[in-house]
Antibody, heavy 122, light 108 residues
């Protein structure tokens, strides 16, 4: 069955960086777009970024554009989220999710991981 | 910016029917997707494209969208249905994903 496992969260000071990883299994990773989303008590669920199945296209929420970078390594079945210049408002549980549509992405998230907590605090 | 409005909570007795609404301007022109999330767990897609069910989701859970309000209906409610449910669309006009605030379904 499909498995999505995030890691890399932790406590980080404002302005610093953190890289999240998402390892997947149980499906053909090479043909699906992948997303990062986040959830915080004050702001609810927020979509963060997407990367196309072949890795050539990426798209970001305005709130993270220019600070976060999504990438993927098909040989490792892994998606990454590099987070730079972190702010307190980036504090959230970060989820990795698979898009439902193959060879494209339509922003329908059909398999999610359990999430990894990122806390930005001094 | 586009907003999806859900009631904060819905309560229903076991065996009864729960209906959770999701409203938004011109929602009729967008595809609505629904997710179920239990505390501390990963969200689960339960309905996509207004009324389609992923494999493994029971027929007791269904979606509809007459007009500008989408509705998630859970019939013969069980204790295991207690969770947060939130709706989601892609807003093509502003090129962004929009989530509703979520509705906590309580089974009495």
């Amino acid at each position: 069955q499909v498995q999505v496992v995030e890691s890399g969260g932790g406590v980080v000071q404002p302005g610093r960086s953190l890289r999240l990883s998402c390892v997947v299994s149980g499906f053909d990773f090479s043909i699906y777009g992948m997303h990062w989303l986040r959830q915080s008590p004050g702001k609810g669920m927020e979509w963060v970024a997407v990367i196309s199945f072949e890795g050539s296209n990426t798209h970001y929420a305005d709130s993270v554009k220019g600070r976060f970078t999504i990438s993927r390594d098909t040989s490792e079945n892994t998606v990454y989220l590099q987070m730079n210049s972190l702010r307190r408002e980036d504090t959230a549980v970060y989820f990795c999710a698979k898009d439902r549509t193959d060879y494209n992405y339509e922003y329908v998230f059909d398999s999610w991981g359990q999430g990894t907590l990122v806390t930005v605090s001094s | 910016s586009y907003v999806l409005t859900q009631p904060p909570s819905v309560s229903v007795a076991p065996g009864q029917t729960a209906r959770i609404t999701c409203g938004g301007n011109d929602l009729g022109s967008k595809s609505v997707h629904w997710y179920k999330q239990k505390p501390g767990q990963a969200p689960v897609l339960v309905v996509y494209d207004d009324s389609d069910r992923p494999s493994g989701i029971p027929e007791r859970i269904s979606g509809s969208k007459p007009g500008n309000t989408a509705t998630l209906t859970v019939t013969r409610v069980e204790a295991g249905d207690e969770a947060d449910y939130f709706c989601q669309v892609w807003d093509g006009r502003d090129d962004r994903v929009v989530f509703g605030g979520g509705t906590k379904l309580t089974v009495l």
